[in-house]
């Protein structure tokens, strides 16, 4: 856990002081309060970054000394100080290096460095920004509690992050499970939930208890709701990397279930003719050994080889917008035109969406436009397909695609349009009417939650009005917020 820092130029002959290097200690892990104090008064000082030795107090090579911490805060533009904690908890050793280079540079003349993406030092942050929300992500999606035995109501889970994010990733802990109290062990630290949230010692794997009835039924749940005839082990291996299997029970289920699925979905084709086309699982688990996608393209090539959740779409309506877009709208799934045109929000709804932004001044080919359900579902009326509301289910299994989409796009606010995107983004069914506005989504970028366009458009004539303009208020909030 990050402790109190150290930081100030060397003093001893063998430091490197007659050469000017100045050595900044700071707290093992994610150390911010202290990498903000040493950036603070070196840029007082005026040292540049390559007078600089940064190191944490277990790797200590120079001597140090004690400074005081009375340095004034530094004038940053948002997307620096946005991007500093994302920053900080990266594993790699010369993350304060690089953050205070950029500091610099951003302070001696280049305010706008941010937005140079071809920069290479951008380039490198936005890199690790993007390994700590997928690591954020996983730590999330993958841990899971066990009861321990003799305890009244105590819970306990293991996991080992790849960043040093136990800190910035147990607030949503506590957001999910605020009733229950719970630790989680890693091997840098421990997190610990009895109504306040404590930080500790590192854990042990063996201090986690091994398996309980919760367990059980994860198992249970899991197996009963494996289709063998939809085994996509890309796509399951991309949501859930083999490392993570051995803390997660319903994994346990899942070599017997992949060993089975060729003979079950044979039998279900044979029983049913129109069945999709089969799968070879053992192709499926050959594939299952490469890497999980690195990009959004590689993401969006395994979206489109899916199959729909149900039958009856054209084809998966992929995310549509710049990478490191400032905004990001999620709507609920494509429509009838989106399925034909293979586009996010073209049809109706998209060109009321379209209208609007362009009246609260959001370019929208600058936004990116996604769905938290990627195939269309419909019923058929004569020769009109009619859409249907997916169920939570749909949006559950659609929700990884979704986190993982966002995690590459990295915007800086995303907006929620309805329930169903809502849904998607929190786990959870949250009236519109009670939630519209600024929102949390327990991730690593802002939110805000409105109507689907699509709302305006079902609503009577003598209402339309006034919920359209409460809609574009809403969007120039957005446009405000993102700014
Ligand atoms: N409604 C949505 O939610 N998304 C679309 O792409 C179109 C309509």
Do not use: C
């Not at 997190?191 to 010692?201: E, I, N, T």
């Amino acid at each position: 856990m990050p402790g109190p820092h150290r930081q100030g130029p060397a003093s001893s002959a063998e430091t490197g002081a007659r050469i000017g290097i100045h050595v900044a200690t700071l707290a093992p892990g994610a150390d911010m309060p202290g990498f903000r104090a040493a950036a603070r008064r070196l840029i007082a000082a005026n040292v540049p970054p390559e007078a600089i030795v940064w190191q944490t107090e277990a790797l200590s090579l120079f001597g140090t000394e004690s400074a005081p911490n009375e340095a004034p805060p530094l004038a940053l533009p948002r997307p620096v100080t946005d991007l500093i904690p994302m920053v900080v908890p990266h594993r790699d050793p010369e993350r304060y290096g690089l953050l205070y280079a950029l500091i610099w540079r951003v302070l001696h003349g280049e305010r706008a460095l941010m937005e140079v993406a071809s920069d290479p030092l951008v380039h490198r942050l936005h890199r690790m920004r993007k390994g700590i929300a997928r690591d954020l992500h996983k730590m999330h999606a993958f841990l899971r509690f066990r009861r321990v035995p003799n305890e009244p109501e105590r819970y306990v889970a293991w996991f080992e992050p790849d960043h040093h994010i136990l800190e910035a990733a147990a607030p949503f802990f506590v957001d999910r499970f605020r009733n229950l109290r719970w630790s989680i062990l890693t091997p840098e630290g421990s997190a610990h939930w009895d109504g306040a949230l404590s930080f500790g010692p590192p854990g042990r794997r063996e201090d986690a208890p091994e398996g309980d009835g919760f367990e059980a039924g994860w198992r249970d749940y899991y197996e009963s709701t494996f289709n063998p005839a939809r085994l996509n082990l890309d796509a399951m291996r991309a949501e859930m990397p083999r490392k993570y299997w051995r803390n997660m029970p319903e994994t346990a289920a899942i070599p017997a279930l992949v060993r089975a699925a060729g003979a079950r979905a044979q039998a279900m084709i044979e029983k049913a003719p129109t069945m999709p086309e089969k799968r070879d699982p053992v192709r499926a688990v050959e594939r299952m050994a490469r890497d999980e996608p690195e990009s959004l393209e590689a993401l969006n090539a395994v979206i489109a080889r899916s199959e729909p959740l149900v039958p009856g779409a054209t084809q998966a309506v992929l995310g549509e917008g710049p990478l490191g877009a400032t905004i990001a709208f999620v709507g609920e799934q494509p429509g009838d035109q989106e399925d034909r045109q293979g586009r996010p929000f073209v049809g109706p709804a998209g060109q009321l969406l379209s209208r609007a932004l362009a009246e609260a001044g959001i370019e929208r080919s600058d936004a990116y436009l996604t769905n938290a359900v990627k195939h269309f579902k419909f019923t058929l009326r004569g020769k009109r397909r009619i859409h249907e509301k997916p169920t939570a289910g749909e949006v559950s299994h659609y929700r990884w695609w979704l986190d993982r989409e966002l995690d590459f796009v990295a915007p800086k606010l995303v907006v929620a349009l309805g329930a169903t995107a809502v849904l998607a983004l929190t786990g959870k069914p949250v009236p519109i009417t009670r939630a519209r506005g600024p929102a949390e989504f327990g991730r690593p970028f802002g939110g805000f939650i409105t109507v689907h366009p699509s709302y305006l458009l079902r609503l009577p004539d003598e209402a339309k009005e006034e919920a359209y303009h409460a809609f574009v208020a809403d969007l120039r909030r957005v446009r405000d917020l993102a700014a």
